[in-house]
């Protein structure tokens, strides 16, 4: 299964339900999370298969 259908599988979408400590470990582990938790797990999972990956966020 590519990680692109891996990640939304495994992990809900939930609002609010963690907060900026959380790391790529905690979300997989605790199955949910929110917009940037989504992006943690498939960044890890990429550099593990040695496929390049970075997560940039910025507010304006």
Not at 10 to 24: D, L, Q, T
Not at 51 to 58: D, S, V
């Amino acid at each position: 299964m590519p990680i692109v259908d891996w990640i939304p599988t495994n992990v809900k979408y939930r609002i609010g339900f963690s907060n900026v400590e959380i790391s790529a470990y905690d979300t997989v582990t605790q199955q949910a999370g929110v917009c940037r938790d989504f992006a943690h797990p498939g960044i890890a999972l990429c550099r593990a298969h040695s496929i390049p990956a970075r997560y940039f966020t910025a507010y304006h």
